[in-house]
T-cell receptor, first 118, second 109 residues
Framework: DGGITQSPKYLFRKEGQNVTLSCEQN?????MYWYRQDPGQGLRLIYY???????QKGDIAEGYSVSREKKESFPLTVTSAQKNPTAFYLCASSRGLAGGWFVEETQYFGPGTRLLVL | EDKVVQSPLSLVVHEGDTVTLNCSYE??????LLWYKQEKKAPTFLFMLTSSGIEKKSGRLSSILDKKELFSILNITATQTGDSAVYLCGSQGAQKLVFGQGTRLTINP
């Protein structure tokens, strides 16, 4: 089955701890994205990557870091610098913008990871 | 700064009613407008709109885009309790997709 997987489903973070959220896709998509969703809010973009070994900051990148060493994987690290990390984190992928076809821009989402602070 | 605004933020109706959800956008180098439905977890794709005035339909759901006035609407006719969800609108610019706050739709039996 093709799709996007995120793990873990729930994650607990202690004060001062870095935690890493996993996102894997087998859709052969070039572009991958991380969003944060707070209760009653829409999605805010943290980081995105249009191609392997390249990524850009989104609107709320402070306190987060990413890597894109493989096409299939785009892990997100929530660092201790992120003072209010409690949220629902969604990973998405799309074929990418490089081809210039609108159909490639549709993003498909993983099931999400809920991060809670102890 | 790119911005997407949805209205209303919350809507409660009775089963069988018709609803219209609104989405206005200001996005540099606009490419497309996307609608998603989010029930409990991952948003699921509904529509992508790129041209003005062309309605997209899927069952009881339909959507249309007005690129001159910079808005889109999502219509749901004969609503059912299974339509209860948060509906997200996103506008794709040159580099990224910007989402609105979402509209929480509740359908009461």
């Amino acid at each position: 089955d093709g799709g996007i997987t995120q793990s873990p489903k729930y994650l607990f973070r202690k004060e001062g701890q870095n935690v890493t959220l996993s996102c894997e896709q087998n859709l052969n998509h070039d572009a991958m994205y991380w969003y944060r969703q707070d209760p009653g809010q829409g999605l805010r973009l943290i980081y995105y990557s249009q191609i392997v070994n390249d990524f850009q900051k989104g609107d709320i990148a402070e306190g987060y870091s990413v890597s894109r060493e493989k096409k299939e994987s785009f892990p997100l690290t929530v660092t201790s610098a992120q003072k209010n990390p409690t949220a629902f984190y969604l990973c998405a992928s799309s074929r990418g913008l490089a081809g210039g076809w609108f159909v490639e821009e549709t993003q498909y989402f993983g099931p999400g990871t809920r991060l809670l602070v102890l | 700064e790119d911005k997407v605004v949805q209205s209303p933020l919350s809507l409660v109706v009775h089963e069988g009613d018709t609803v219209t959800l609104n989405c206005s956008y200001e996005v540099t180098n606009f490419r497309s407008l996307l609608w998603y439905k989010q029930e409990k977890k991952a948003p699921t794709f509904l529509f992508m709109l790129t041209s003005s005035g062309i309605e997209k339909k899927s069952g009881r759901l339909s959507s249309i885009l007005d690129k001159k006035e910079l808005f889109s609407i999502l219509n749901i006719t004969a609503t059912q309790t299974g339509d209860s969800a948060v509906y997200l609108c996103g506008s794709q610019g040159a580099q990224k997709l910007v989402f609105g706050q979402g509209t929480r739709l509740t359908i009461n039996p």
